[in-house]
């Protein structure tokens, strides 16, 4: 199985910082996601990749953008990092293809924004 | 639109019970269906994976089946383990990109 390596466990940044979350997978699978997740929100998709420089926006992508230089890395950014960003952030990765797949998650990362 | 409801939010049970999470999607057009696990504050470890064109799958004590026509899944824990105590979320997969529909998480106590 894959295995999804998000780099830091927390984080706490500042209103306004410009923060990178990093994840990075010990294989060579296309898809890769960003989520974030809630209390009473649950988990929601907030930027995809499926392949190098390839991105696709998910259900919450405002003030976040993405970048996939290397296919084994995935980077969530935050232009401008603001208190209602403070979230448990996963990455995970889509193994298979076509209909016959299933996900594996990384760690999680706490951030938070003072 | 695929909701997932997961019944009981919450449950607590002495250690030894053999236990049942449920779970039910709206749309049976699904590719897969994924029980995880979650820890305080960890991310999501993935219990059983059930693809669409399968009943059920079994690892140790742990057992998910997948009744696509009527729209549940359910997670067999047999004789639960303090260790066990964790939220467990049922997750569907959708179209082949991989679009993932959650659960709002079962919160499951084991206590000794």
């Known amino acids: 199985d894959v295995k999804v390596t998000q780099s830091s466990r927390y984080l706490v940044k500042r209103t306004g910082e410009k923060v990178f979350l990093e994840c990075v997978q010990d294989?060579?699978?296309?898809?890769m996601f960003w989520y974030r997740q809630d209390p009473g929100l649950g988990l929601r998709l907030i930027y995809f990749s499926y392949d190098v420089k390839m991105k696709e926006k998910g259900d919450i992508p405002e003030g976040y953008s993405v970048s996939r230089e290397k296919k084994e890395r995935f980077s969530l950014i935050l232009e401008s990092a603001s208190t209602n960003q403070t979230s448990m952030y996963l990455c995970?990765?889509?193994?298979?293809?076509?209909?016959?797949?299933?996900?594996?998650f990384g760690s999680g990362t706490r951030l938070t924004v003072v | 639109k695929q909701e997932v409801t997961q019944i009981p939010a919450a449950l607590s049970v002495p250690e030894g019970e053999n236990l049942v999470l449920n779970c039910s999607f709206t749309d049976s057009a699904i590719y897969n269906l994924q029980w995880f696990r979650q820890d305080p504050g960890k991310g999501l470890t993935s219990l059983l994976l059930?693809?669409?064109?399968?009943r059920e799958q079994t690892s140790g004590r742990l057992n998910a089946s997948l009744d696509k026509s009527s729209g549940r899944s359910t997670l067999y824990i047999a004789a639960s383990q303090p260790g066990d105590s964790a939220t467990y979320l049922c997750?569907?997969?959708?179209?082949?990109?991989?679009?993932?529909?959650f659960g709002q998480g079962t919160i499951l106590t084991v206590h000794p």
């Open positions: 294989m060579d699978h296309e898809n």
């Open positions: 997750v569907s997969g959708g179209t082949s990109y991989g679009k993932l529909t």
């Open positions: 995970a990765i889509k193994q298979g293809s076509g209909g016959d797949y299933g996900y594996t």
């Open positions: 059930i693809q669409s064109s399968q």
